[in-house]
């Protein structure tokens, strides 16, 4: 473990940058965001509103800032599984250094129910297939 296997890129927008120059703290969250949902497309298949799971936590530690123009690349894995609970894992990385790390913690959730579910074994076993575990 501790490979990442599914990349997004991200384009900075400027309207992504703060009155210090550059991203503000708050983006990196919408940029881990947008990894989640293309690695839950790509890996688990369908559209999130589809795929039925929520985020429950997440954890950002910052390590450097980007700047605009920068190439912004999040690289994706999953670890491990719970009953319902699927933990991510994410590195932001601007111009091939790292920014920032993060952990997410996605939810199988039924809306109908309102209430949490376990993960499908469909999704078990396509997340442990793309993650080669």
Do not use: C
């Not at 993060?102 to 078990?124: F, N």
């Amino acid at each position: 473990m501790g490979k990442f296997d599914h990349e997004t890129e991200i384009a900075v927008r400027f309207r992504d940058i703060d009155a210090m120059g550059h991203v503000n703290n708050a983006v990196f969250s919408t940029y881990v965001e947008q990894a989640r949902v293309e690695y839950l497309a790509d890996v688990v298949g369908g559209e999130v509103p589809d795929v039925g799971a929520v985020l429950a936590d997440l954890h950002i530690d910052f390590e450097r800032p980007i700047e605009y123009g920068e190439s912004v690349v999040v690289h994706t894995r999953v670890d491990e599984l719970g009953a319902a609970s699927i933990p991510v894992v994410h590195e932001v990385r601007a111009d091939g250094d790292r920014a920032a790390t993060a952990e997410a913690l996605m939810v199988a959730y039924d809306s109908d129910a309102g209430e949490s579910r376990p993960i499908p074994e469909t999704w078990r076993e396509r997340i442990r297939a793309h993650e080669g575990w």
